[in-house]
């Protein structure tokens, strides 16, 4: 389409841990920030919680959206775009939330694929790129989301390769490092999963110069800055930058890396898992420095509608799939995994050991759970059993399918049944103090509710019950460890 004259954009990017906005004055060739925002809503954590996104996530995402409406009037903004990505693309009641976002904002969100994520990334950070006195001719684009993480490679201002991979900051988070700090068992096995899932991704040229971006890149930098007195006016991160980085969150709270350091206490809590990603990134393609950027999605869907106009997500798409066939030539099939990676014996009696431990911490809250004389007993087994689940995934690539299959789903049951009882008794408790401050007649309804509710949960206790009161410990735990291999062995397709 012909050049847009400059006008007042507003771009709005609803991500797995963050809501972030920018609103700015742009044509297709000159882009000026009038206003940003951000906010860490953690949208990812009750995704990959229950896979529904909760009333509690969707009211802070409205309420979000509602104050970057209030400063897009402000900057008179013409038009307003958003986008939705990976938590948003796995939430069960996912249309649920978009209709209740435009019901509520006017505000329609576009829920786009990792491919169209990937393109929109990288015409916001070549955009950044191109103003450096001495652009490179190649150049890689990584944007570390909540849920996921794209990777563009391009050459000469255009995308060569690229690809969406499903591993964010959140989602590592969430599943791996729920400890605060992380203990060193879920250090091990979150760098068990990315080693296993990364040594595959068998490219057959990097570039040596990589462009970063994301909230968690950001904040990494920020950390680098105030903590080890980096060059505020240098955007790079070295190999022993996010190595000395990792030091600090292994140590420290994130509250009181948060203090320290005067950062968001809920981006604190997450960046421990978007360095873990980086270092694996280092390693994996050998780079000796990355740089981190600022501009990303959002700036490149507002230079996307901006050049493009109302068919900007058509033109995108379009793009997306004009670099799939480059992408088919420089990675691998098998769902990226390497056919011939060894696994030597030091990882799998890792492995075995982390099998061992996370069952056996399981089973050693049966008793507890099946007394019934504290809540918190349930909760307890129930974060066990999704501890086991993790490093479950971490080794799956080296387990017997069948047995592996098996297991995991006997454990997922599990926590399922788990889980409902333990938001029963999260509602009755709830309930009880709130009835503590009300009137006589809120005080009788909030009692026959609870009644009601208590009912249902002893129905739930049986079924718990049933469950547990079988299960033999010693055979459960043959059976895990029938999963792994005893020696070294090759594994085929993960």
């Known amino acids: 389409m012909p050049e847009q004259t400059a006008s007042v954009c507003t771009a709005i990017d ?23 925002d951000e906010a860490v809503v953690r949208i990812g954590e009750s995704v990959n919680a229950t896979g529904a996104i909760s009333p509690e996530k969707q009211e802070l995402a409205v309420s979000t959206l509602k104050k970057f409406q209030g400063i897009a009037k402000e900057c008179e ?23 209740a976002i435009q019901r ?28 450096l006195p001495q652009p490179p001719d190649q150049f890689g684009v990584m944007d570390m989301g909540g849920g996921s993480t794209e990777l563009v490679l391009a050459k000469d201002a255009r995308i060569t390769w690229h690809t969406s991979l499903p591993i964010g900051s959140g989602w590592l988070h969430d599943r791996y490092l729920q400890s605060d700090p992380p203990t060193m068992a879920d250090q091990t096995t979150a760098r068990t999963f990315l080693r296993t899932y990364l040594a595959g991704l068998n490219i057959k040229s990097f570039p040596s110069v990589l462009f970063v971006t994301g909230g968690s890149a950001n904040t990494l930098l920020l950390l680098s800055q105030r903590a080890f007195k980096l060059d505020e006016s240098v955007d790079v991160l070295t190999y022993e930058d996010l190595l000395r980085c990792e030091g600090l969150l292994w140590a420290l709270p994130a509250e009181e890396v948060a203090s320290r350091y005067d950062l968001d206490v809920q981006r604190a809590r997450i ?19 990355i740089h981190i950027s600022t501009f990303g999605i959002r700036e490149g869907l507002a230079m996307a509608y901006c050049r493009e106009g109302e068919q900007w997500l058509q033109r995108a798409q379009q793009q997306a799939e004009a670099s799939e066939q480059s992408s088919q ?78 297991v995991y789903r006997q454990v997922k049951e599990l926590a399922d049944t788990l889980g409902l009882a333990r938001d029963t008794d999260v509602m009755i408790e709830n309930l009880r103090k709130q009835s503590e401050n009300t009137s006589l007649a809120e005080q009788q309804g909030a009692e026959w509710l609870m009644e009601q509710l208590s009912a249902y949960r002893q129905e739930h206790q049986r079924q718990i019950e049933q469950y547990l009161q079988p299960l033999n410990d010693k055979a459960f735990l043959r059976r895990v460890m029938a999963c792994l291999p005893e020696e070294e062995v090759t594994n085929g397709k993960g």
């Open 14 to 36: 609803i991500g797995s841990n963050t809501l972030r906005m920018v609103v700015a004055r742009c044509s297709a060739t000159d882009f000026e920030i009038l206003a940003a």
């Open 77 to 99: 903004s013409q038009t307003t775009l958003a986008i939705a990505t990976e938590a948003i693309r796995k939430a069960s009641n996912r249309a649920d939330f978009l209709e």
């Open 329 to 406: 030539q420089l990675i691998t099939d098998n769902e990226f995994m390497d056919s011939t990676i060894t696994y030597h014996d030091d990882f799998i009696s890792t492995g075995r050991r982390l099998f061992q431990e996370r069952a056996q911490t399981m089973l050693d809250w049966r008793d507890d759970v099946l007394r019934h004389d504290d809540i918190e007993a349930v909760h307890k087994m129930r974060v066990a059993s999704r501890r086991l689940r993790a490093v479950m995934d971490a080794y799956q690539s080296i387990c017997d399918p069948k047995k592996f299959k098996a």
């Open 104 to 131: 509520e904002t006017g505000i329609e969100v576009h829920c786009i694929g990792g491919d169209v994520e990937a393109t929109l990334t990288f015409y916001g950070a070549a955009y950044a790129v191109n103003k």
């Open 271 to 289: 960046i421990t898992a978007g360095a873990l990603i980086l270092v694996a990134i280092f390693e994996v393609f050998h780079l000796k420095e």
